[in-house]
């Protein structure tokens, strides 16, 4: 009786002429009684039918009167919005009313109507509405049901998403980015990987960099976008330095979940962190930029530094480390950037210079704070069990290099602590460097400065080095 009485109503609508007030409140009324479950279940396909009548006449209306600007008149706006709204409630968690909209043809007209609001000029309140409730409709068709998903991306990749992603309209942006990831399928991600659509990839990055807290565009990269090598590639040589320091935060947080991966995408991802090593032996002296008190544009630094993070990350994990440890130049260049930035900080002061605050670092927000011992992290992860890196690193004179590293540093916390954990990875069954360091003098402190402005000094006491406080006892 309830659907009988629905179709009646919709169906006294649907002559011709421009669609009135109670045209629409009779969408209305099927709106709200589609939140039930019960009128979902008893909705049949006449009713998308005479929906899609609706809604077709109202898009040629709108496309009749409308300019290219977006001027679109709020009456019909408001109607289109209703439209949306009831059709996205009929498929909520409903699989007949999902693939009765789909037959009836009603994807492909809002697509068709969604493509109408989607210029970036579109910014009208109205118009932006019913958009956004054109996107959520699509949205709700297509979970859990792959014919619609299909259906929706034949009709809609890949103009809508490019335009969707990079529109003004944050809300836009959110709910297309659901429609995206939730239409994304096995087969799906070939066209993704196509060089004629990598514009959709590189769009999604940048809908992260506006909105890193969206998490749809965060699932559509971690999900999809970086079990792709090739693509990976592609993107980041495509990229501005701003985007690139995106994506590696990305890929950042995909290595550190901490449910291991299944062994295809270890495999993948493998890919993507040898291509890395070779990104980061290649721009690496680019943070020697940042000894220049002029330098003002810290992203091309900020990119070797998050390639650092996920080269330090990924050697931490036993499904990388072996891929990372045989790639070849990267440990000689990781010793090499280490040099220059410690010979860099003893040349003049600038941010690669030892300073001894007290503080931890915790006062300074420069791009290069931690950056040599996450270098020293790197190498100690590198020579981890593995002989011939160990001995690499003795023929690069990099031994020394680290026991110069072995002080505090606010500008590197935990520095000594990574440079003792590497000299324990670099002596571990080998002899050779075990007798390096041992053949090596004690010559007193290097620099006591750090000890005086603690209020304390070294001694040396029957070969021993013991730390006297340097004020004096209160008089009793």
Request: hydrophobic share 40%.
């Amino acid at each position: 009786r309830a659907c009988s009485e629905l179709e009646k109503l919709l169906g006294e609508d649907s002559g011709n002429g421009e669609v009135g007030l109670e045209g629409e409140v009779i969408i209305r009324r099927l709106t709200d009684m589609f939140r039930e479950e019960t009128y979902r279940e008893l909705a049949e396909e006449r009713i998308f039918r005479l929906i899609l009548q609706t809604l077709s006449r109202v898009s040629r209306e709108i496309k009749a009167v409308s300019s290219p600007a977006g001027a679109f008149t709020e009456s019909r706006c408001q109607f289109s919005a209703e439209c949306f709204r009831c059709l996205r409630n009929a498929c909520v968690q409903c699989v007949r009313n999902q693939d009765n909209v789909r037959n009836v043809g009603l994807i492909e007209e809002s697509v068709r109507f969604i493509r109408i609001f989607s210029d970036p000029r579109v910014l009208q309140e109205p118009a932006l509405v019913a958009f956004r409730c054109g996107l959520q409709f699509l949205g709700n068709a297509a979970a859990g049901n792959r014919d619609s998903q299909n259906a929706i991306w034949a009709c809609a990749f890949p103009d809508i998403f490019l335009n969707c992603l990079m529109h003004n309209d944050e809300k836009v942006v959110i709910y297309s980015s659901m429609v995206l990831f939730t239409c994304i399928s096995w087969e799906n991600r070939s066209a993704l990987q196509d060089p004629s659509n990598i514009a959709v990839a590189l769009n999604v990055i940048t809908a992260y960099r506006k909105y890193p807290d969206a998490e749809w565009i965060y699932l559509i990269v971690v999900e999809h976008l970086l079990l792709c090598p090739d693509l990976v590639e592609s993107m980041y040589l495509s990229q501005s330095s701003q985007d690139r320091v995106s994506l590696l935060e990305l890929i950042l947080a995909k290595i550190s979940q901490k449910d291991p991966h299944p062994d295809e995408d270890a495999e993948k991802l493998q890919v993507i962190a040898t291509f890395l090593s070779n990104c980061f032996q290649t721009q690496c002296k680019t943070i020697l930029k940042l000894t220049s008190p002029s330098a003002c544009d810290e992203q091309e630094t900020f990119v070797v530094i998050r390639l650092l993070d996920i080269l330090c990350e990924m050697t931490s994990k036993n499904e990388y480390l072996s891929c990372l440890q045989t790639c070849p130049g990267l440990l000689e260049s990781t010793v090499d950037i280490l040099r220059l930035t410690h010979l860099a900080g003893k040349q003049s002061k600038n941010v690669f210079t030892a300073t001894h605050t007290m503080s931890m670092g915790q006062d300074l927000t420069h791009a290069a704070v931690g950056f040599k011992a996450h270098l020293i992290r790197l190498i100690g992860n590198l020579c981890y069990q593995d002989k011939e890196n160990q001995d690499k690193v003795y023929q690069l004179d990099g031994i020394a290099l680290i026991l110069d590293n072995c002080s505090i540093d606010d500008n590197n916390p935990f520095l000594n602590q990574w440079a003792v954990f590497t000299i324990r990875n670099l002596t571990e069954n080998n002899d050779q460097n075990q007798e390096l360091i041992a053949s090596m003098e004690r010559q007193g402190l290097a620099d006591s400065s750090l000890l005086k402005s603690m209020g304390l000094q070294a001694e040396e006491r029957d070969g021993k080095l013991l730390l006297k406080s340097l004020k004096k006892s209160p008089a009793l």
